[in-house]
């Protein structure tokens, strides 16, 4: 049972204080498809044309709301951006493989975001339903491991995502 939310979020100029003064805690999700074998045979990436107009690969990602659970985050974000019948597994006891920290200032990690200081949990979450783009995604691709891995497709994603990619991947047992 989801616990219930608050789900209107700061007006803008709190937003932008708030960002100004503490880390935001945010979600990052890595829809995969396993085959029967429980092995990722396919890697979901979006595509999106950020503020300049360029087009960039992305993973899934979204802030996490006052007094709601990362599970219930994960899922809100993975229906917003793959569809309400993507089916996504989120296990019983989420751990993330990896936290990810991204400061407005570049180069203090691999992950940027000019906005903020934001901290994500980054989980790698199998889909068995369909899956189609939505809000402002222009495609969805599913790619092999080794198809998400090569240089032309990371070097599509910007702030980061392409390492964080590469780190989930690592972690599956799947690297370069």
């Known amino acids: 049972m989801p616990t219930e939310v608050e789900r209107q979020w700061l007006s803008e100029e709190h937003l932008q204080d708030v960002r100004g003064r ?5 979600v990052q999700a890595i829809p995969v498809r396993v085959d029967e074998n429980g092995d990722v045979a396919s890697v979901g990436l979006l595509l999106r044309a950020n503020d300049d107009g360029r087009l960039t690969r992305e993973l899934i990602a979204g802030r996490v709301l006052y007094h ?9 974000h993975l229906e917003k951006d793959l569809g309400p019948v993507a089916l996504p ?18 180069g203090v990690t691999p ?11 980054c989980y790698i979450v199998p889909v068995a339903g369909d899956c189609a783009p939505q809000q402002d995604a222009l495609d969805l691709a599913w790619l ?10 990371i ?13 989930a991947l690592a972690h599956l047992g799947h690297s370069v």
């Open 68 to 76: 709601e659970r990362v599970r219930d985050a994960l899922m809100r």
């Open 144 to 153: 092999t491991p080794q198809e998400a891995l090569a240089p032309e497709v």
């Open 111 to 121: 992950f940027h975001d000019p906005r903020q200081h934001a901290v994500a949990l």
């Open 22 to 26: 503490v880390p935001i805690l945010y």
């Open 89 to 106: 597994r989120v296990p019983a006891s989420p751990q993330p493989f990896t936290v990810a920290e991204y400061f407005p200032t570049p």
């Open 155 to 167: 070097s599509q994603m910007a702030n980061g995502h392409g390492v964080l990619l590469r780190q």
